[in-house]
């Protein structure tokens, strides 16, 4: 079949892997970009196809914390022009929005929602542009939240962690730890924060694709499985939020710094959840 450059320069952005091993890889699926992108993968050629900067539409992440109702919303607001996007009035808006959102209760259906409505159509004519309300997620947390927000407000971390108490949750020093763990999260992407939230079929094609690159690298049959271990190990130790080194101090891991908190404040924590918006995504 005849494989479009459009198609072949899609793969590339998604794996790093050059022209011509895309083209041959989309030439061999049948032009399927998944499988196309797992045969490179299986080669050693690619890593697992991300998302990153794969942004389709303009915008802003907006957050908004309600520490006495422990309410938290994070949500992606969209419109047409960075130039929009990155004016006062349009992040003021986004603000509000994420505001009337942590108001309203667990059964809230967008869809529904009369005065959200009002609220896009007043920005759409203020801004000149359509504006949307991407998605958005609100967080009713036990312990205490962290947000951490990128610089030009297109990546956002909400954290929850569960404490001992209430006082400790108003600590600065215990915001501050909060904090360092959600910026963590915005700089390594991780998909869980325990290595038993990784999904079965997530697994079971890692498998697969490190039990081919063995093979294909003339690794002998009776030791591939031996090899397929110690790379999921070390799959681990890359998407695993309480597994990964910490970005700020590499020798010891996310599970080495909630250890520290612990001994530092005297009361049991653990990071429950949390949730990453990078715009586009």
Known sequence: MEISALLVKDLRDRTGAGMMDCKKALGESNGDIERAATILRERGIAKASSKEGRATAEGVIA????????LAVMVEVNCETDFVARTDQFKAFA?????????????????????LENLVKSAIAQFGENVQIKRFIRYQ?????????????????MVEVDCGSESLALKDEFKSFARDVAMHVAATNPLCVKREEVDSSTLIKERDIYRQQALNDGKPAQIVDK??????????GEVVLMEQPYVKDN?????????EAIAQFGEHMQIKRFVRYRLGE
């Open 227 to 236: 090899i397929v271990d110690g790379r999921i190990e070390k799959y681990y």
């Open 95 to 115: 603000r509000d929005v994420a505001v009337h959102l942590i108001g309203q209760g667990q059964s809230y259906v967008k869809e529904n929602d009369a005065a």
């Open 141 to 157: 947390f036990a312990g205490g939240v962290a947000i951490y927000t990128h610089p030009g407000d297109k990546l956002a971390v």
């Open 63 to 70: 957050t908004s914390v309600n520490p006495g109702d422990k």
């Open 251 to 259: 020798d010891k891991t996310v599970t080495d710094l909630v250890k």
